[in-house]
């Protein structure tokens, strides 16, 4: 694959890299910064490998990598002073996945923000960008049958989340 190539792949699924990261990172700053990162690293091993087995596969999981080393750093950062952990938490509030006007579903993506980490990344990737499982397999690592479990979990705690806001 030559570099052109791999840009042009790129290109194609750079706003779903986007989206994804930025429903686990809550940053619109951070997933620009993330994509970044992904697109740099995906330069420098197309130079060294020239071939990447599931291109888009590998993206996800680069960026998604990169989200947890960032919400990592986050955390962290919160734990030495409870000014920097308002600051953050400001910023997360600020943050929306998209502008949409439609209540129920600002209900919906306010109670997806709330799931933990590994419910979060599973509905994104499934119901949001409509990765199917092999896919999500091969990003997260996982066997099929543990995507699947996972994702069935992911969805009884959204629906008990979304019942329990009586839309």
Same mark, same amino acid.
Request: aromatic content about 8%; charged content about 35%.
């Given at each position: 694959?030559?570099?052109?190539?791999?840009?042009? &792949?790129?290109?194609?699924? &750079?706003?779903? !890299?986007?989206?994804?990261?930025?429903? !686990?990172?809550? %940053?619109?700053?951070?997933?620009? =910064?993330?994509?970044?990162?992904?697109?740099?690293?995906?330069?420098?091993?197309? $130079?060294?490998?020239?071939?990447?087995?599931?291109?888009?596969?590998?993206?996800?999981?680069?960026? *998604?990598? *990169?989200?947890?080393?960032? !919400?990592? +750093?986050?955390?962290?950062? $919160?734990?030495?002073? +409870?000014?920097?952990?308002? !600051?953050?938490?400001?910023?997360?509030? =600020?943050?929306?996945?998209?502008?949409? &006007?439609?209540? @129920?579903?600002?209900?919906?993506?306010?109670?997806? $923000?709330?799931?933990?980490?590994?419910? @979060?990344?599973?509905?994104?990737?499934? =119901?949001?960008?409509?990765? *199917?499982? +092999?896919?999500?397999?091969?990003?997260?690592?996982? %066997?099929?049958?543990?995507?699947?479990?996972?994702?069935? $979990?992911?969805?009884?705690?959204?629906? &008990?989340?979304?019942?329990?806001?009586?839309?």
């Amino acid at each position: 694959m030559t570099d052109h190539q791999a840009i042009d &792949q790129f290109l194609q699924i &750079q706003n779903k !890299l986007y989206r994804f990261v930025l429903g !686990l990172v809550k %940053s619109t700053e951070e997933a620009e =910064d993330i994509v970044q990162d992904t697109f740099i690293k995906m330069i420098e091993t197309i $130079r060294k490998k020239k071939d990447l087995d599931n291109f888009e596969a590998w993206c996800m999981t680069v960026a *998604r990598n *990169r989200a947890f080393d960032i !919400l990592k +750093k986050i955390k962290r950062t $919160r734990n030495i002073t +409870k000014e920097s952990a308002v !600051l953050t938490e400001d910023k997360q509030m =600020d943050f929306t996945i998209r502008d949409i &006007q439609d209540e @129920r579903w600002e209900v919906v993506e306010r109670c997806i $923000r709330e799931l933990p980490d590994h419910y @979060r990344e599973i509905i994104l990737l499934r =119901d949001v960008e409509g990765y *199917r499982y +092999k896919e999500i397999s091969q990003m997260l690592d996982m %066997s099929i049958s543990q995507v699947k479990v996972s994702i069935h $979990r992911a969805r009884q705690h959204l629906k &008990q989340k979304v019942l329990k806001k009586n839309i």
